[in-house]
């Protein structure tokens, strides 16, 4: 089985950097997915990892340590439209299913 | 183009109607997903086809039923809902259900049961 670990909220303020955290354990390692939801929306595909270091796509960076078990999203230059929750999501390799299973989500709110 | 598309976008059933939610994708994606999603909680998954035959049930409540026509089209057809089963339902699809494909989301049907 998996077991994801993300924060609950997290507030920050506009124009700053904020960095949310994603804690796994998994039997089998297939990558790991970001995700942004608004709320009432449907999730928007952000980020994938799948080997140890960082991802760069424009204000969104991913990280990923395997061997730690361990993702964190970073977003640089807060914009109040980042409001959003953001779900980490890990895929697995259990009885041949590739399905991701994903966290409970951050709510980010970023205020002016 | 990653798009998904789900209609309707808004459902208020009772619970002794008989209703449909229809999802669409023209990526030429061979895996496709049902998911549930209950306020402040993450998408819970229902079901998943590959290649038009359903792979796997979540052990999913017969009361909703999944079907596939095509491998463009998923369907979930829903009867003698209760209101818990009020959430956001979202389609998702992805190249296949191996260990690259990315899933694409699409924006959901929120459904009320009264």
């Known amino acids: 089985g998996q077991n994801i670990d993300q924060p609950t909220e997290m507030t920050a303020t506009e124009g700053a950097i904020v960095q949310i955290n994603c804690t796994y354990q998994t039997s089998g390692f297939n990558g790991l997915f970001w995700y942004q939801q608004h709320a009432g929306e449907a999730p928007t595909f952000l980020s994938y990892n799948v080997l140890d270091g960082l991802e760069e796509k424009g204000r969104f960076s991913s990280f990923l340590s395997r061997s730690k078990g361990y993702s964190y999203l970073l977003l640089k230059e807060l914009q109040m439209k980042d409001s959003a929750s953001y779900l980490c999501?890990?895929?697995?390799?259990?009885?041949?299913?590739?399905?991701?299973?994903f966290g409970r989500g951050t709510s980010l709110i970023v205020h002016p | 183009d990653t798009e998904v598309t789900q209609t309707p976008k808004h459902l208020v059933m009772g619970m002794t109607n008989k209703k449909s939610l229809k999802c669409e994708q023209h990526m030429g994606h061979r895996a496709m997903y049902w998911y549930k999603q209950k306020a402040k909680k993450p998408p819970e998954l229902m079901f998943v086809y590959s290649y038009e035959k359903l792979s796997i049930n979540e052990s999913v409540p017969s009361r909703f039923s999944p079907e596939c026509p095509n491998s463009s089209l998923l369907n979930l057809h829903l009867h003698a809902l209760q209101p818990e089963d009020s959430a956001l339902y979202l389609c998702?699809?992805?190249?296949?259900?191996?260990?690259?494909?990315?899933?694409?989301f699409g924006p959901g049907t929120r459904l009320t049961v009264l």
């Open positions: 998702a699809s992805s190249q296949g259900s191996g260990s690259t494909d990315t899933q694409y």
């Open positions: 999501a890990v895929r697995g390799a259990s009885g041949g299913s590739y399905i991701p299973t």
